[in-house]
Every structure is written in C-alpha cells, then in structure tokens.
C-alpha cells in the first residue's frame, strides 16, 4: 500500500493549509485513515483519523476547533483541512492506514509525509 499525502508548504501563523492523502492502486474508501505528524526533536503523535463510515476521532487535544479531517470516496482521497495554524503545528505529516475501518493510532501503513511549516 502506498500512501502520498501533499498539500505542505510554508505559511503564516493564522493561515490555513488543506493536506490530501491519496493511494494510487489502492481503495482507501474502504479503511479508516488518520493523519499524524512529527515535529523537529518530537516523537511522532496522532492528529486526527476518519473511519470507513466517516466519523473523526481527535487523537490531538491542540487541533480541535481548527482541524477536520474528510473523505471524497469519488476522488479516493483523504483531506486534512487545517485552520487558524500555529508555529507549533510545524511538523512533518503523515496520513496512515491499518485496511480496519475503525480508527486506531496503531497503523501499518505509511506514506511518505509533507513538510508544514507555520512561520512568519
């Protein structure tokens, strides 16, 4: 399974940046995914997840209020949209499944992940 999750870039304190998860080959309509991320001198942690039926579970207390996570099972792809970002969101994120359509912060599958840098 190969999962490319896009979307990074450079932006300010405040701003807002939309991540997508897409896995070429592979359905991911049908299994929970979930986002986590890995900043600088950190171990990685989990951010958000969406199961099969389209329920979010916040893994991160620090995002809720700024961000979602959904899925277009047209496009096959799994978005992150992140508002009102902080210094500290910078990180690298990563979208993840485990082929369960339940969400878990133990997953088996990982993409390479993209760059998010919150500066001004």
């Known amino acids: 399974v190969q999962l490319q999750a896009s979307g990074g870039g450079l932006v300010q304190p405040g701003g807002s940046l939309r991540l997508s998860c897409a896995a070429p080959g592979f359905t991911l309509n049908y299994y929970a995914i979930g986002w986590f991320r890995q900043a600088p001198g950190k171990e990685r942690e989990g951010v958000l997840c969406i199961s099969r039926s389209g329920g979010s579970t916040y893994f991160a207390d620090s995002v809720k209020g700024r961000f979602t996570i959904s899925r277009d099972n047209v496009k096959n792809t799994v978005y992150l949209q992140m508002n009102s970002l902080k210094p500290e969101d910078t990180a690298v994120y990563y979208c993840?499944?485990?082929?369960?359509?339940?969400?878990?912060?133990?997953?088996?599958?990982w993409g390479k992940g993209t760059q998010v840098t919150v500066s001004s």
């Open positions: 993840a499944t485990h082929e369960r359509d339940y969400c878990s912060r133990s997953m088996d599958y």
